[in-house]
């Protein structure tokens, strides 16, 4: 199982999966035509919540049908061939959508911050 050891610990209890872990991989493949094996490791290096690597193979061939990454059987490595998987158009688009999605969800959780912040403050000012 591929974990983000510092995943891990700054979020306990979540796990990366679903939407989540499918635009993941988008972002990811959007810079880069990658391998699962790569895909795993930089997803664990990114610092995002641990995840189990073999959810990593089954997302990919779920895009994969779904007509947003291809694959073609990378045979120039020395040792046995490997997917190597690029985004498609469909999956480009899908992508951008989604990042349009969760600016706006992060300008939700900003507001929702600073006004506990504010209630959190006016608390404060009320012991003082």
């Known amino acids: 199982m591929a974990q983000a050891e510092s995943g891990k610990e700054a979020f306990p209890g979540l796990r990366l999966h679903g939407e989540l872990l499918s635009t993941s991989i988008l972002a990811m493949l959007r810079d880069l035509n990658a391998h699962g094996y790569e895909l795993s490791k930089r997803?664990?290096?990114?610092?995002l919540p641990p995840f189990d690597s073999g959810t990593i193979y089954r997302t990919l061939r779920q895009l994969e049908q779904d007509g947003m990454i291809s694959s073609l059987w990378?045979?120039?490595?020395?040792?046995?061939?490997?997917?190597?998987?690029s985004l498609t158009k469909v999956g480009e688009t899908f992508l951008t959508a989604w990042m349009d999605v969760l600016q706006k969800y992060q300008g939700?959780?900003?507001?929702?911050?600073?006004?506990?912040?504010?209630?959190i403050d006016e608390n404060e000012a009320k012991r003082s």
């Open 43 to 47: 997803l664990s290096q990114a610092g």
């Open 74 to 85: 990378d045979t120039s490595a020395s040792g046995p061939a490997r997917r190597m998987y």
């Open 108 to 119: 939700l959780l900003q507001s929702a911050a600073e006004g506990l912040q504010k209630r």
